[in-house]
C-alpha cells in the first residue's frame, strides 16, 4: 500500500491506495498533519511508501517526521516520468501539472487528452496520443479573481460566492460574481473548443477543488475526476519503487 501526500495552495489532501485503487481520502491542515497521519498508520500498518507532491508550505520538519512512519519520495524534477515531456523549461514545471498528466498518460492511453486543474488557479495541460506532454495554460481561479478585484481596486468588496442566480448582475455584487463565474466557464469552453479544432477525439478531464461546481455548468463533454492528481502521484510512485 501507498500514501500519497498532496500539499496545495489551500489544503493538504491525503490518500491511501492498494495498487491503483484509492482506499481511503482525508483532508488536513499543518497543525493537524502529523496526527493525520498517525492515524492513517492506525488504519493500514501495511503502508510500505510515502510520496509528497508539494506546490504549497510544508515545513522540512514535517516531511522528515514522516520517515518515521515508511521511506518517503519527494516529486520533483529528477523523479522518473512515464511520459515525454517537451515542456521548455521543465525545471519550473509544477509537480502538480506533472502528477495530472501522468494520470492521463495511464488513464486514458493513446488519447489526446486536455487536463483542467480548478484550484487555486486554473491550469491547462495537454498529453498528444503518442504520449507527449506539450504544455498548456495557467490562469487565476475563482477566488482569485474575486481577491484582485478587490486588492487592485478602491471600492470593490471582498466577495466569495459560487451562487448565479443571472448572468445581468443588478448590483456591484452581482456583477462581480457574473463576471468572475461566467468569465471563469466561458474561458474553460474557449480553451477546450481551442483544443478540439485542432486535435481530433480529444478527452477533457477536470479535476481541483472547484471542479464539482463547474462541471455542472460546462456544456462540453467531460470526466470529472476528484483524485485524479493522487491518483497520477500513485503512478509515479509506483514507477520510482524500482
Do not use: W
Amino acid at each position: 500500500m501507498n500514501l500519497i501526500i498532496d500539499v496545495g495552495n489551500s489544503f493538504i489532501k491525503v490518500a491511501v491506495f492498494k495498487a491503483d485503487k484509492v482506499v481511503e481520502v482525508a483532508q488536513t491542515t499543518e497543525s493537524d498533519f502529523l496526527k493525520k497521519i498517525s492515524n492513517i498508520f492506525e488504519n493500514h500498518p501495511s503502508i510500505a511508501k510515502i510520496m509528497v507532491s508539494s506546490v504549497g508550505k510544508l515545513s522540512d520538519a514535517y516531511i522528515e517526521g514522516l520517515s518515521v512512519f515508511a521511506p518517503v519520495l519527494i516529486l520533483n524534477k529528477n523523479s522518473k516520468l512515464p511520459f515525454k515531456n517537451e515542456y521548455a523549461t521543465p525545471n519550473t514545471l509544477g509537480v502538480d501539472r506533472i502528477a495530472l498528466v501522468a494520470a492521463a498518460f495511464y488513464a486514458y492511453p493513446q488519447k489526446n487528452c486536455l487536463v483542467i486543474d480548478a484550484g487555486t488557479c486554473i491550469t491547462y495541460d495537454f498529453l498528444d496520443e503518442k504520449g507527449v506532454y506539450k504544455g498548456g495554460a495557467i490562469s487565476p481561479g475563482i477566488r482569485m479573481r474575486y481577491k484582485s478585484m478587490h486588492a487592485f481596486t478602491a471600492k470593490l468588496p471582498l466577495i466569495d460566492s459560487f451562487e448565479l442566480e443571472n448572468f445581468i448582475g443588478n448590483s456591484t455584487e452581482t456583477c462581480m460574481i457574473s463576471g468572475v463565474i461566467n468569465g471563469t466557464v466561458n474561458e474553460i469552453e474557449a480553451t477546450i473548443l481551442q483544443y478540439q479544432r485542432k486535435f481530433k477525439d480529444l478527452t477533457v478531464i477536470l479535476t481541483g477543488g472547484d471542479s464539482h461546481f463547474l462541471s455542472k455548468r460546462l456544456k462540453s463533454s467531460i470526466f470529472a475526476h476528484p483524485n485524479f492528481l493522487m491518483e497520477g502521484v500513485n503512478y509515479i510512485l509506483e514507477l520510482n519503487k524500482h
